[in-house]
């Protein structure tokens, strides 16, 4: 099984709604990344999570809050999201990086995000 | 600190004609360089990746990519496209975990997007 899964694929929320985007994978992957990408815009990483533990915050604001209860799950928990939070939300996984190799990062198909 | 360049926003191509979409990068370090594919609505896909070795790497799709030290580039090529390439397709560049961040960190381009005219 070579598939990152996101749930849901599209998600519409009202600015003071408390929602979660969740991201599975079951590659044995140790590292998992939650990525924003606005329209006609590159993504944007935001987290990393490395082993269970967040390894990465990109200077992302507190209304998103990521969680990884397990090595196959990333949840990305939102709360008093803005109009401009809108956005497609990407996650990716990857194997823990070793010493002198790479570790191709296996992309799910996002999950389309709109806060009226 | 990386980044990546790519000066076209938009390429139209007719069916069956060779394309190239440019791609330029800055490293302080030695890179890995990418190609992704996003179909509308989707997640990215790997296309092709540069880690060492040989300059000219092969990838999905019939797509290929040299990689030139001297000009810091990483254009993308095929032949011959297809309807079904039309696409958004993103170069990116990672340090390979040499910064602190321990983990990949990808920095993508800006994106060009590729249309096929039948």
């Known amino acids: 099984d070579t598939e990152v899964t996101q749930t849901p694929k599209h998600l519409v929320m009202g600015m003071t709604n408390k929602k979660s985007l969740k991201c599975e994978q079951h590659m044995g992957h140790r590292a998992m990344y939650w990525y924003k990408q606005k329209a006609k815009k590159p993504p944007e990483l935001m987290f990393v999570y490395s082993y269970e533990k967040l390894s990465i915050n990109e200077s992302v604001p507190s209304r998103f809050s990521p969680e990884c209860p397990n090595s196959s799950l990333l949840n990305l928990h939102l709360h008093a999201l803005q109009p401009e939070d809108s956005a497609l939300y990407l996650c990716?996984?990857?194997?823990?990086?070793?010493?002198?190799?790479?570790?191709?990062?296996?992309f799910g198909p996002g999950t389309r995000l709109t806060v009226l | 600190a990386q980044s990546v360049t790519q000066l076209d926003s938009q390429v139209p191509v007719f069916e069956e004609a060779p394309v190239e979409l440019r791609c330029n990068y800055s490293s302080s370090v030695s890179v890995y360089l990418f190609w992704y594919v996003q179909y509308p609505n989707q997640g990215l896909q790997l296309l092709l990746k540069?880690?060492?070795?040989?300059?000219l790497v092969k990838g999905i799709n019939g797509f290929e990519a040299e990689f030139n030290k001297s000009q810091t580039s990483f254009h993308l090529r095929k032949p011959s496209v297809h309807i079904s390439d039309t696409a958004e397709y993103f170069c990116?560049?990672?340090?390979?975990?040499?910064?602190?961040?321990?983990?990949?960190?990808?920095?993508f381009g800006t994106g060009t997007r590729l249309t096929i005219i039948p």
């Open positions: 990716a996984s990857s194997q823990e990086r070793a010493s002198g190799s790479y570790n191709e990062q296996f």
């Open positions: 540069y880690l060492s070795g040989s300059t």
């Open positions: 990116a560049v990672s340090d390979g975990g040499k910064s602190n961040f321990g983990n990949e960190k990808l920095t």
